[in-house]
């Protein structure tokens, strides 16, 4: 609920109602808030802000928009950290084309979502929730201490119309039609979330395949089967190419095909809600998994689109998707392999191609959590984004309409990627994964502390073991590489050994210095915690933001209270470089082959 004045009334109804009532200057919208939010109310004056550049005065209610593509989850997260009271998330035109003769989205719709900054049940933070668990009183720390709540573009409007204050910056004006946004604040603003915890068994559906030389490792390939609303693009059309592909596999199978690893088909439910199915999935099994588990891929949101193809990825599967991108006719462009449409403008196909694993996809916590390598790919369109996901507009005659008939030709595209990814990765003698492309990855992103290495060295401190690490990495992927070349395929002994070590790479870069109850998503680069390179170098960022400590020098840009401190810099950096270390000590092989000083 929200209301101007003093006027209440409660949320109840089906989580596509509104309802909007002007009268006497008051206004009152019924929506369903956002799922896990707590049932709380918050009271304030509305600001629209861009979120990571301000400290909010406490108990103002934001107004932000969402991206096509990003959920809630930033937004809501970031308000909270700087002391927001609550969070008011709606589609602007800007991102959601909203002119119904060219099939956009409603003004009149909100987009839904969830705000738990995690995967999985934000009430069993890095354990399995079944039945027999006796759950310990703790909930995730990625659920949100204040209400969020979507509106539509129109509510949006009328808040955003009584904003006061300076104006917003340029490229945070969007295409309401409110000119120009300002950032607020406004008249009195009352936010009501009246959300029912329920506890609801969910169901995930297993296929397998069992492999022939070795049955106990596991290509794993899965789709969410749930959706909040029809779910065409969101769960239909990957749910239909995984059945397509179970029917393929055993007809080959059928007619003599034997993977020498297992396959393991798997229908996800709980999705919508932070991929509940497949990080439970993963807490139950992850002693197993962490040692059979070779690859997951995802088809969840694979078709949204026909002109741009993407694949967010571990840096282990590049060289491979690469390969197969040469496999696969385009589906759009007559005559053309799929590499050779995403090359058609662009001589580096990775970067026009090769995305980072979002957190609200399955495939994040396969490699974030358990150390599983994971691809999701997409298609999509060019310059416009499919507005209909998590919304009751998601229906296949929109998506259908949206291809321009395509649909058919750009699923049975993804199919035969899905189809030739699993066919090398549980056939090939020797994994097809390029363990010496998180070389290239720890040099990029170790690369990018050289520019702080100055300011450090004035305070005393020093990169040179985080590089050393770097460098043993880099010698051990090399070594191991010149070790297979040398090797003969046939040898099966020999390869089960090579690909017992290659699969496992992602596993190396999961710390094992933190836990997984307090920091669940563990991986140094792709995580989230302060184990993570990307916490080190935002700290260390802090040392030119003007957050060094000094109250004179509060920097726009960092929470209130935060500055750098050198303890937590050395933690962070000891953290980081045994991780990397020990990723390299693990490639080495044997322990009397690895020379470390100590």
């Known amino acids: 609920m929200l209301g101007w004045g003093t006027d209440t009334e409660e949320c109840r109804g089906q989580w596509d109602s509104a309802k909007a009532l002007g009268e006497g200057g008051k206004m009152r919208v019924r929506r369903c808030p956002q799922a896990l939010c707590a049932s709380m109310r918050a009271e304030g004056r509305p600001c629209y802000f861009p979120l990571p550049c301000f400290s909010c005065p406490y108990n103002w209610v934001l107004s932000g928009r969402r991206g096509p593509l990003a959920t809630s989850l930033p937004q809501v997260a970031s308000a909270q950290d700087f002391g927001a009271g609550g969070v008011l998330i709606y589609p602007d035109p800007a991102d959601f084309s909203q002119d ?15 705000v738990h900054l995690g995967t999985g049940d934000p009430y069993t933070p890095g354990f399995p929730s079944f039945n027999q668990t006796q759950f310990p009183p703790v909930q995730s720390s990625g659920l949100p201490n204040i209400p969020a709540q979507p509106i539509s573009a129109d509510i949006a409007s009328l808040l955003l119309r009584k904003l006061q204050g300076p104006v917003a910056p340029q490229e945070w004006q969007g295409r309401l039609p409110v000119s120009p946004y300002r950032l607020g604040p406004g008249p009195g603003l009352r936010l009501g979330v009246n959300n029912h915890r329920v506890s609801t068994p969910i ?15 596991y290509v794993v390939i899965g789709a969410q089967r749930d959706a909040w609303g029809p779910g065409a693009a969101k769960s239909a059309v990957g749910t239909a190419i995984l059945l397509e592909l179970v029917r393929t596999f055993s007809s080959m199978v059928s007619n003599g095909f034997q993977p020498r690893r297992s396959l393991l088909f798997i229908s996800w439910d709980g999705g919508d809600f932070g991929s509940v199915g497949s990080t439970e999935w993963l807490e139950g099994y ?55 449409q995403v090359t058609f403008n662009s001589h580096s196909w990775d970067a026009e191609v090769i995305r980072p694993l979002p957190m609200d996809s399955s495939a994040y916590s396969f ?87 100055g300011d450090l060295k004035a305070r005393g401190l020093t990169l040179q ?27 099966e002994r020999l390869m089960r050994m090579y690909n017992v070590r290659i699969m496992r790479v992602e596993f190396y870069f999961l710390s094992q210095y933190v836990s997984p109850a307090d920091s669940p998503f563990r991986h140094i680069f792709l995580g989230r915690g302060d184990h993570t390179l990307g916490a080190l170098l935002d700290h260390v960022r802090l040392l030119r933001s003007g957050g060094s400590g000094d109250p004179g020098a509060a920097a726009s840009r960092v929470a209130p209270g935060l500055g750098f401190q050198e303890s937590r810099f050395r933690r962070q950096l000891a953290l980081l470089t045994w991780t990397l270390q020990g990723a390299a000590n693990a490639l080495s092989g044997d322990v009397w082959n690895i020379d470390n000083n100590f």
């Open 286 to 340: 992850l002693s197993v998994l962490h040692l059979k588990a070779v690859v997951y891929v995802s088809l969840d949101n694979a078709v949204l689109g026909d002109d741009k193809f993407h694949a967010k990825t571990s840096p282990l599967l590049i060289s491979l998707i690469e390969n197969i991108l040469k496999q696969v006719d385009s589906p759009n462009r007559s005559g053309q392999t799929l590499f050779e």
């Open 100 to 114: 119904l003769h060219k099939l956009g989205l409603s003004s009149h719709r909100a987009v839904y979502g969830h």
């Open 203 to 217: 169901s995930n559906i297993f296929g397998c395949i069992e492999g022939r030389s070795e049955p106990d490792h």
């Open 465 to 491: 073991w985080v590089y050393s690490a770097r460098g043993d990495y880099i010698r051990a992927a090399e070594k191991l590489r010149k070790e297979i070349y040398s090797s003969e395929e046939s040898d």
């Open 367 to 453: 490699t974030a959590f358990a150390g599983v390598p994971a691809v999701e790919f997409s298609f999509v369109e060019d310059g416009q984004a499919y507005p209909f996901l998590h919304t009751k507009d998601d229906t296949y005659e929109n998506l259908h309409m949206m291809l321009r008939g395509r649909l058919p030709a750009v699923a049975q595209a993804v199919a035969q990627l899905a189809g030739q990814l699993l066919i090398r990765l549980s056939h090939d003698h020797l994994l097809p994964l390029d363990f010496g492309r998180y070389g290239d990855v720890v040099l990029r992103h170790i690369g990018s502390l050289n520019e702080f290495s």
